[in-house]
């Protein structure tokens, strides 16, 4: 018999789970949906099925896929459990069985046991496959219409070891590069790199050691170059085998930036060394010659997790902003420039995603203005003018809350920036979420269109489009 959620932070509100999968055929709309957008808004976040095992951490729960489908200025709605091994062998035991950061606090009855992972971060398209990613497991494969489980995707069995959710998908050649850390299965410096072609064949795979074991969540590339940040959050199997945990704030250990030329490989990776901070999500990178550059939600210290004795962490250094590094490769030194662009708190950064590893100039962001009326996420969307400085927000509204917003172009071949802005907003006064759809050249001008539900699609990570065919 199921038993109830723990009243868990990251459990009550607007990242209260979810119990039933569900089909809306014709979502209530207010306002006028572009007939521009023809295609599929898919967003993955944690809903666990069950009440967790011991302590809970928002990145633990299972895969839940929410896609929106948009044609002929019409709105429908489903989704689905991404059904991996875990969640279908709770699901016949009726309860949780698996810690998701300690093993050693696993059911009895499941000890020893292998399983495909949460599949619970990001959602993407490429090679003609729907791959849901978590960064400690290989990808899940999804119907990319019924959104029915396919299972594990191993690039037809040349991927060794696990995935990261953020691969990045080159614009000009359709390839998706991406690296894995802790690829031993252990927790470990080693990590391994890979480019998968655009029609999803596995061309390249290498493996090297980072500095040190850490959580290494996302990475940049470039036209010319592929970025490695190593950041203090650390893993250690010492600690996890004393109860300790697993993944912990040690900022002695410094950052360590690897950068890599495209057309060389792991032996030609250049460390760089910098003061302790934490990245989650970058924005974008570009090289000109021997600079590269990145822009980057860098917090002072990583959130969610403790120092290695089990001591919480600073909640004032843990605020994500805009920061820009810059290196110089002409340079015989291993330091780079550090440049706050902003103060506002922001996290979730995307672009003009046909302009990935590219100079560009227009950015969008989940941030906060008014955190004393936060109900969870961030209160407002941002569009960042990289050439003029200037920022243009969107306050979503009284007790409501967003998350990461994801940019669609206007066509094919509309100039950059041209397109607009999908994001999932929570409305604590409703108790549900709904859609809003924003002019990204305009974001201050408030929704073109909002999509309503008439529950909640709990706070979560990352989305993309897929646009219809033909």
């Known amino acids: 018999m199921a038993t109830p959620f723990p009243n868990h932070p990251n459990l009550r509100e607007g990242f209260a789970p979810v119990n039933m999968e569900c089909d809306v055929y014709d979502m209530v709309v207010e306002g006028e949906i572009p007939q521009a957008l023809r295609g599929t808004f898919y967003r993955n976040g944690p809903n666990p099925q069950f009440a967790p095992r011991g302590d809970y951490h928002w990145f633990g729960g299972d895969g839940m896929i929410h896609a929106f489908h948009l044609a002929d200025g019409k709105a429908s709605y489903k989704n689905r459990w991404v059904k991996t091994k875990k969640w279908r062998v709770e699901h016949e035991a009726g309860r949780s069985l698996f810690s998701a ?4 606090d696993n059911d009895e009855s499941v000890a020893g046991m292998e399983t495909d992972g949460l599949a619970n971060t990001n959602i993407v398209w490429h ?14 494969e999804l119907d990319p219409v019924t959104l029915e489980s396919c299972g594990a995707h191993t690039f037809g069995g040349k991927l060794q070891g696990p995935m990261t959710a953020h691969p990045k998908i080159d614009p000009e050649n359709g390839e998706m590069l991406f690296f894995g850390y802790n690829i031993d299965g252990m927790l470990s410096e080693n990590m391994s790199f890979h480019v998968v072609d655009r029609q999803g064949n596995l061309i390249r795979s290498e493996t090297f050691k980072a500095p040190y074991s850490a959580m290494v969540h996302d990475f940049m590339v470039t036209k010319d170059h592929v970025i490695f940040p190593i950041m203090p959050l650390t893993g250690s199997l010492e600690r996890a085998m004393k109860g300790a945990p697993v993944y912990a704030w040690e900022p002695e250990k410094g950052v360590h930036i690897g950068i890599m030329p495209r057309n060389g490989s792991v032996a030609d990776l250049r460390w760089f060394r910098g003061e302790p901070g934490y990245v989650f999500h970058p924005m974008n990178a570009h090289s000109d010659g021997d600079k590269v550059v990145c822009d980057v939600c860098e917090f002072e210290q990583a959130p969610l997790f403790p120092g290695p004795d089990g001591s919480p962490g600073d909640p004032d250094k843990s605020i994500p ?10 340079k ?35 941030c906060d203005t008014r955190p004393e009326f936060k109900v969870g996420g961030f209160n407002a969307i941002a569009h960042v003018d990289h050439r003029s400085g200037a920022m243009d927000l969107y306050d979503v509204g009284e007790a409501c809350a967003t998350n990461e917003p994801i940019f669609v172009p206007a066509s094919d071949d509309a100039p950059e920036g041209q397109g ?26 408030g929704p073109l269109a909002k999509a309503y539900l008439d529950h909640r699609v709990p706070f979560g990570f990352h989305g993309n489009w897929r646009p219809d065919a033909g």
């Open 101 to 104: 950061f300690n093993p050693m």
């Open 127 to 140: 090679g003609g496959k729907l791959l849901a990613l978590e960064e400690a497991h290989a990808p899940f």
């Open 321 to 330: 902003r805009l920061t820009r590094w810059s290196f110089d490769l002409a």
């Open 332 to 366: 015989n030194t291993d330091d780079y420039k550090w440049e706050r662009l902003d103060d506002i708190a922001c996290e979730f950064p995307r672009l003009d995603e046909r302009r990935t590893g590219l100079s560009y100039r227009h950015g969008y962001l989940a």
């Open 420 to 445: 607009f802005l999908l994001a999932n907003v929570y409305d604590a006064n409703r108790r549900a979420s709904h859609l809003v759809i924003l002019d990204a050249e305009n974001v201050s001008a």
